[in-house]
């Protein structure tokens, strides 16, 4: 969506200084050439050049003759291996086949929500238990360690086959789900399908700003940020059907059998789009055609050692939280919205079965109010979130601050405490279902849009390390995601659902409500104070 950057944007802007060239500019023909006269030292780098990340904005020239080695970028602007010089219509199929693989991972791990219960009659777990709950949201957890991962080997080995592997094993474990005879197979088997799952959610961002310059992300970023807001409600309402008609296997079936045909379709039409990745090997390509071993992109470097690379992707994002005020903040804060958002997978159904005495089928029909609501507060926050940057940007002489991303989240953060009270005190009085639903679409609202504006507002603030800002918080919301599925049954037992939404409520007042007027107000000085964001201050 236009107004969420995610990692893409993060990515993009970190690439925006540009690589000025100490020689003339080389056509891949001529570099053969004066490559045969060339006695420089093959093995010297070059310790100028920046690291790459995802979004990388186009190179400039075409291949450079510096210090000992020849380094190649593109063929000029208008290169067609540039990701971003394919036609429309291949970056908007690659572009869809992507949001789909992102689309699909949640969705399996809601999914088998309202079949819990025949789920545990099989495999003997208590009803109502920990574990009974740990079984769907297990599958969160492994979304806190999968950014951590999954990012730094897609800039190791490129987007295309990271995505492939990744996917395959999401199909492969959600399969074997199904064929799981104790609590441990199953525990084991959600959590190995949803670290395969995490893989889309940590580079599809950054496959968009690979194909798509910041001109024209707005619409495929909108597209593309729908699928890991839609499709955790979109399980359930179709998990509720299969669990009323058939056996609880087909709820996993389901998910393998559509993702089959999405994998068919990955074998199809995706392409490498992460241009270190793509001017790597046409470097490899023309040292082995011309048997020169002083031809390097620029993203060949020393520091691009494997090693290196996944320990700053693992530490960096550790490192933020323990030291980044910002960072530790607005994680709390997705955490609570992210766990609330699986605490409603959680027990949505049961409110609505044993509650108001509705079948799984059509209590899964209630989903759709988190998923309109979380589609309403991401697109439309987006593009209002937009509309008042430019408008307070242009009274600030044309000047932008990440402080001007905080307005809208200063009204939306209200929605969630809002709407808590009236679904939690509706559906305790057994309202008409209507009026629950109603609550349930204004905290999804304010789901949608906070999502939108926190991360926004990171991009904005980490700029060069944005990436890493964003991972850090996307593995600690998944703990939430995980944790607090585990304490709602016991939690509207004891409480009810009243009082229970009432805590959760207070909980949105106090941790979000203050937060955007605190770092409107102090967001300079807390730029200034940090190492991390005053690099790009």
Known sequence: MQGIMSLSDASSTSNTGSRSSQSQEYSRSSAKTSLEASSRDPEKGDASTPEPVDGQEKLSSSETLRDSVVTIGWDGPDDPQNPRNWSKRDRWTVTLVVSLFTFISPVGSSISSPALPAISRDLHIPPGSILENMTLSIFILAYALGPLIWGPLSELYGRLVILQISNI??????????????????????????????????????????????????????????????????????????????????????????????????????????APHILKRKAQSLRKETGKS????????????????????????IVYLATEPIVQVFALYMAVLYGLLYLSLTTFVKVFTLQYGENSGIAGVHYLAIALGSTVGGQVGARVLNKIYRILKARNGGVGTPEMRLPLLMVSSMTLPIGLLIYGWTANARTFWLVPDLGVFIYSIGIGANWTCVQTYLVDNYALHAASAIAAVSSFRAFAGFGFPLFADGMYAKLGDGWGNSILALICLVIGCPSPFIFYSYGPRLRAWSKATSVEQ
């Open 169 to 274: 094993w999401f199909l492969v474990f959600n399969t074997l789900c199904a064929f799981a005879k104790t609590p441990t197979q199953m525990l084991v088997f959600r959590f190995l399908a949803g670290f395969g799952g995490a893989a889309p959610q940590s580079i599809g961002g950054g496959v968009v700003g690979d194909l798509w310059s910041p001109e024209e992300r707005g619409m495929a970023m909108s597209v593309y940020s729908l699928a890991p807001l839609v499709g955790p409600s979109t399980g359930p309402l179709v998990g509720g059907w299969i669990a009323l008609k058939t056996r609880w296997q087909w709820v996993f079936w389901s998910v393998s059998i559509a993702d089959a045909l999405l994998q068919v379709a990955g074998f199809i039409f995706l392409r490498e789009t992460y």
């Open 294 to 317: 002083n031809i390097h992109s620029a993203f060949e470097a020393p520091d691009r050692h494997w090693s290196s690379v996944m320990g700053r992707g693992i530490v960096k994002p």
